[in-house]
């Protein structure tokens, strides 16, 4: 049954989540098992991929499939998204989630960490999207309240809403992705919902200068891989309205300005 009177039932679904070995992936795929959606996993380590399937299988009762995939190639990503539409019929629901940064200042960034960047952040997703919108287009995941059609999640960053010194390139990827996630949903809107997810600071494996956040903040101190999941899989089940955008901040987090 669905969650809400007008909401769709993530049993009902199948879901492909990228960046899906650790942090934000990896919790967003545990929150739609837990719904009973089918999970597709996608990222480049594949023992980490193969053992959080087997985790969601055993624990949830779902299907869960394992698909190594660096979403910087266009192969890569076509072969991911129709290796889910072939083994599973269908493909609902996408969260693009895989991100990476690199350096800092400008002025000393190599050209490697700008292209890394720029790399996964923009053409990865990118390349997702291009790849997914058939069949999120086709999807008959219906609700309560609609005739179906899939739903597009992009994980966004406060770092693509305001100005700020830190790493301008990645910033500047994820007003991208913003940006990118917005123009999707008026171009393809009548067919499939579009959610940008926008969170601060999250608790993760994300790393700056050498030190991972997870060490860096004590739990509780920022925004948790768990609560941005559970906002991923919120959004989802909506229908027929659609949460165009979300954001998940520190309780502080504004008064910095």
């Not at 299988?57 to 192969?75: I, K, L, M």
């Not at 072939?86 to 050209?111: K, P, Q, W």
């Not at 999207?129 to 609700?143: E, F, I, K, Q």
């Not at 008026?186 to 600071?201: E, I, L, S």
Request: contains cysteine; charged residues 25%.
């Amino acid at each position: 049954m669905p969650d809400i009177e007008t909401g769709r039932s993530l049993a009902d679904a199948t879901a492909l989540v990228t960046g899906a070995s650790s942090g934000i992936g990896r919790e967003t795929a545990r929150e739609l098992a837990r719904g009973g959606a089918t999970v597709v996993l996608a990222a480049r380590r594949e023992e980490r991929l193969e053992a959080l399937a087997d985790d969601l299988e055993s624990s949830h009762g779902v299907d869960a499939a394992a698909v190594p995939t660096d979403v910087t190639s266009e192969a890569a990503v076509e072969a991911l998204v129709e290796t889910t539409a072939e083994r599973f019929g269908d493909l609902d629901l996408v969260v693009s989630n895989a991100g990476v940064a690199a350096g800092s200042d400008v002025a000393e960034m190599t050209t490697e960490e700008y292209e890394r960047m720029t790399a996964v952040n923009c053409d990865g997703t990118f390349y997702v999207t291009r790849a997914a919108l058939p069949h999120l287009r086709a999807s008959d995941w219906a609700g309560a309240a609609d005739d179906g059609g899939g739903h597009l999640v992009y994980v966004g960053s406060f770092a693509g809403q305001y100005p700020r010194p830190f790493n301008p390139v990645y910033a500047a990827t994820k007003w991208w992705t913003r940006g990118f996630a917005k123009s999707v949903s008026a171009q393809v809107g009548d067919d499939v919902a579009v959610t940008v997810v926008n969170p601060a600071a999250v608790r993760t494996e994300f790393t700056v200068d050498g030190d991972p956040f997870e060490e860096r903040f004590d739990p509780g101190e920022v925004v948790e891989p768990a609560e941005v999941a559970q906002a991923v899989a919120y959004a989802a089940r909506q229908s027929p309205s659609v949460v165009s955008e979300l954001d998940l901040y520190d309780r502080d987090k504004l008064t910095l300005f």
